[in-house]
């Protein structure tokens, strides 16, 4: 993995924990001040690096758009997949970017759309920014989970949690019944009625 940051003390930062926990890095990139290269072009020019498998970045604020989504792009059609810490989502984020680098946060809604239609992942922590980045050089490159619960009220608890990512819904039914009980634990295998009030 590599990392471009628009912070040097949070690359920094990010770049200890990732080999605190082990993680391979090859590049570490700030863009400082971006007089002259910016984040966008540390994207586009890791997308095309052979030692980079996935590219990770911290975004406080863009002054080209296009070219953000163009370096996103490239990164997508590459098969590397681009992980943004971006922060600045509140009024009160948005003046502290400001008045670290001078840049505008933009709309965080704008970021969002961005990210979404052109395939970056937007972490919220750095620990989820180093956990997927961690699950995208292992291989997962599609969202997935899978969990029991032994009552209604657990299992419709984890479903209404905010998952930022699509998952469609899985079947079991292509699972024998045999085949379940030998991976289940036995209450599962019981039938249960299920009562909304």
Same mark, same amino acid.
């Given at each position: 993995?590599? !990392?471009?940051?628009?912070?040097?003390?949070?690359?920094? =930062?990010?770049?200890? *924990?990732?080999?605190?926990?082990?993680?391979? +890095?090859? !590049?570490?990139?700030?863009?400082?001040?971006?007089?002259?290269?910016? =984040?966008?072009?540390?994207?586009?020019?890791?997308?095309?690096?052979?030692?980079?498998?996935? +590219?990770?970045?911290?975004?406080?604020?863009?002054? &080209?758009?296009?070219?953000?989504?163009?370096? @996103?792009?490239?990164?997508?059609?590459?098969?590397?997949? *681009?992980?943004?810490?971006? +922060?600045?989502?509140?009024?009160?984020?948005?003046?502290? +970017?400001?008045?670290?680098?001078?840049?505008?946060?933009?709309? &965080?809604? /704008?970021?969002?759309? *961005? =990210?979404?239609? &052109?395939?970056?992942?937007?972490?919220?922590? /750095?620990?989820?920014? @180093?956990?997927?980045?961690?699950?995208? @050089?292992?291989?997962?490159?599609?969202?997935?989970?899978?969990?029991?619960?032994?009552?209604?009220?657990?299992?419709?608890?984890?479903?209404?949690?905010? !998952?930022? @990512?699509?998952?469609?819904?899985?079947? =079991?039914?292509?699972?024998?019944?045999?085949?379940?009980?030998?991976?289940?634990?036995?209450?599962?295998?019981?039938?249960?009625?299920?009562?909304?009030?």
């Amino acid at each position: 993995m590599s !990392i471009v940051s628009q912070s040097g003390a949070f690359g920094t =930062f990010t770049f200890v *924990v990732a080999k605190e926990r082990g993680l391979p +890095v090859n !590049i570490w990139v700030s863009t400082g001040s971006e007089a002259d290269v910016d =984040f966008a072009d540390c994207v586009e020019w890791l997308a095309g690096d052979d030692q980079t498998a996935v +590219v990770m970045g911290y975004m406080e604020g863009c002054c &080209d758009g296009p070219k953000l989504r163009a370096a @996103l792009a490239t990164a997508r059609q590459a098969g590397k997949p *681009v992980i943004v810490m971006k +922060v600045g989502r509140t009024a009160l984020g948005a003046a502290a +970017v400001q008045s670290h680098t001078a840049a505008l946060a933009g709309t &965080d809604a /704008v970021f969002d759309a *961005v =990210f979404r239609q &052109d395939g970056a992942y937007r972490a919220s922590t /750095v620990d989820e920014f @180093l956990d997927v980045g961690y699950a995208c @050089l292992a291989g997962y490159r599609r969202p997935g989970a899978a969990g029991w619960a032994s009552s209604p009220c657990p299992a419709a608890l984890a479903c209404s949690w905010r !998952i930022p @990512l699509p998952m469609p819904a899985c079947s =079991f039914q292509k699972y024998s019944r045999r085949r379940r009980r030998r991976c289940w634990p036995s209450c599962l295998m019981r039938p249960c009625t299920i009562r909304w009030t």
